[in-house]
């Protein structure tokens, strides 16, 4: 059945699916992907530790900072708000998602779950899988706080690249109508390659990893980050499609009875 409904009744669905799926990546991100940043910022606090004895030292007696280096939210606290943060990003997500859905549903034959199925698997080969193979995640204790503008920037360039490539792919998929499926989908990912690669080689290369900085902390975290945002679009995609499917399948009964009538 194709997607039906208002776009009312889509973004009400993308938000309940959204908050559904935030919570279970805050869930992955709480077990897999906090105690890598822990063990990162204790290796930052070690590196500095340092640092601040030799500048108390220096200090004049009775000269003390007191908690200006406290954090202004506990580590607790930004564990336990991460699910507030995620729920909500997971919220927004969904509506982008109900809106996307609702403007592609006139081109496609798909069924509404498939519909939401391939939409939330495209935005997530743009949002999530382009810019993190080409600007992967980072722990707390790597990087420059002076080029986190410059990083920011590049991560949206990116995410731009990542929907130039799936619209490309799509735009190639469509061009070969009437042609054999395999063949489509060859031209589908070849097009998305081209476009990424393309962009990966304009786009300026980014290391601010120090050298004695452990590689395996690096990896299980960048493994955590990417485990997090992948569980938020798959549940997206997989909760939209189910509230669309169970939907679908409350109001057939109530069709059937209306045309039986007639």
């Not at 690096?218 to 938020?232: G, M, Y």
């Given at each position: 059945m194709p997607l039906t409904g208002s776009l009312k009744t889509l973004l009400l669905r993308g938000l309940l699916a959204g908050l559904i799926a935030g919570l279970l990546a805050a869930t992955v991100g709480y077990f897999i992907g906090e105690p890598q940043v822990d063990a990162a910022i204790a290796i930052e606090e070690a590196a500095a530790a340092p640092a601040e004895h030799g500048h108390d030292a220096a200090e004049p007696a009775g000269h003390s900072h007191g908690g200006e280096d406290e954090p202004l939210v506990s580590r607790s606290g930004q564990k336990a708000g991460q699910f507030l943060a995620l729920g909500l990003a997971g919220m927004a997500f969904g509506a982008l998602l109900a809106a996307a859905l609702n403007f592609g549903r006139r081109f496609t034959t798909l069924t509404g779950p498939k519909l939401s199925l391939y939409a939330a698997g495209f935005a997530w080969a743009a949002i999530v899988a382009v810019p993190f193979f080409k600007y992967p995640a980072n722990p707390p204790a790597v990087g420059d706080p002076e080029t986190i503008n410059n990083r920011t920037w590049l991560w949206v360039a990116t995410v731009v690249l990542g929907l130039?490539?799936?619209?490309?792919?799509?735009?190639?998929?469509?061009?070969?109508?009437?042609?054999?499926?395999?063949?489509?989908?060859?031209?589908?990912?070849?097009?998305?390659?081209?476009?990424?690669?393309?962009?990966?080689?304009?786009?300026?290369?980014?290391?601010?990893?120090?050298?004695?900085f452990p590689a395996?902390?690096?990896?299980?975290?960048?493994?955590?980050?990417?485990?997090?945002?992948?569980?938020?679009?798959?549940?997206?995609?997989?909760?939209?499609?189910?509230?669309?499917?169970?939907?679908?399948?409350?109001?057939?009964?109530?069709?059937?009875?209306?045309?039986?009538?007639?």
């Open positions: 130039l490539a799936v619209a490309a792919s799509i735009a190639a998929y469509r061009a070969l109508a009437g042609q054999l499926d395999t063949l489509r989908l060859i031209a589908g990912v070849a097009a998305f390659v081209l476009v990424t690669t393309v962009g990966y080689v304009l786009l300026p290369g980014v290391n601010e990893v120090a050298d004695d395996t902390l690096l990896w299980r975290f960048r493994v955590a980050s990417l485990a997090e945002t992948t569980t938020l679009w798959v549940a997206l995609g997989l909760a939209f499609a189910a509230l669309t499917e169970f939907a679908s399948r409350r109001s057939t009964p109530v069709v059937e009875q209306v045309a039986t009538a007639g």
